[in-house]
T-cell receptor, first 110, second 112 residues
């Protein structure tokens, strides 16, 4: 069982739909990262958050420290959003290391 | 700035061969790490370094070696390749533990 659980594993959406990807973890942390990986490509950092909410363009990330849960929302989804979205946590028992979820594969159809 | 540069992008090795995956960053980051990415699993930490001359093992270090002689470079050596080392390898760097991570483009390694 992964220490960092993401759901769903796979997600197919129609262009324009509102998308939510979830990340749950089991122990106290200092921060949570959301990352994006395009097919055949490298990994890009989207957000790093310790509390509350962050927004960048059509992407919104929220975290609830008490419930040990984070969500990544994509508004007005577009085919170019198709990618693997990965969450990672650090802090607490993990120290400075990043511990990763298995990723959510998102496909947005036009 | 080039960011994090990894070479090669693709490599095929025969069982028992050795090779070095190169990783360089030009952001003066202290923290550098090597991960492997396998289907259905999150990235797993192989080795990491918190500064020049300092390295430590991660979650899956067996069969791999690292060194950090300069701040910029953090090569990963496969000592005697095995099919179980077929994977995609990523190098990453951070300025410090509390900042975002920057990743290289990845190396797809196949061991036959």
């Amino acid at each position: 069982k992964n220490e960092v659980e993401q759901s769903p594993q796979n997600l197919t959406a129609q262009e324009g739909e509102f998308i939510t990807i979830n990340c749950s973890y089991s122990v106290g942390i200092s921060a949570l990262h959301w990352l994006q990986q395009h097919p055949g490509g490298g990994i890009v950092s989207l957000f790093m958050l310790s509390s509350g909410k962050k927004k960048h363009g059509r992407l919104i990330a929220t975290i609830n420290i008490q419930e040990k849960h984070s969500s990544l929302h994509i508004t007005a989804s577009h085919p170019r959003d198709s990618a693997v979205y990965i969450c990672a946590v650090r802090g607490g028992v993990y120290g400075n290391k990043l511990v990763f979820g298995a990723g959510t594969i998102l496909r947005v159809k036009s | 700035n080039a960011g994090v540069t990894q070479t090669p992008k693709f490599q095929v090795l025969k069982t028992g061969q050795s090779m070095t995956l190169q990783c360089a960053q030009d952001m003066n980051h202290e923290y550098m790490s090597w991960y492997r990415q396998d289907p259905g699993m999150g990235l797993r930490l192989i080795h990491y370094s918190v500064g020049a001359g300092i390295t430590d093992q991660g979650e899956v270090p067996n069969g791999y070696n690292v060194s950090r002689s300069t701040t910029e470079d953090f090569p990963l050596r496969l000592l005697s390749a095995a099919p179980s080392q077929t994977s995609v390898y990523f190098c990453a760097s951070r300025l410090d533990p509390n900042t975002e991570a920057f990743f290289g483009q990845g190396t797809r390694l196949t061991v036959v």
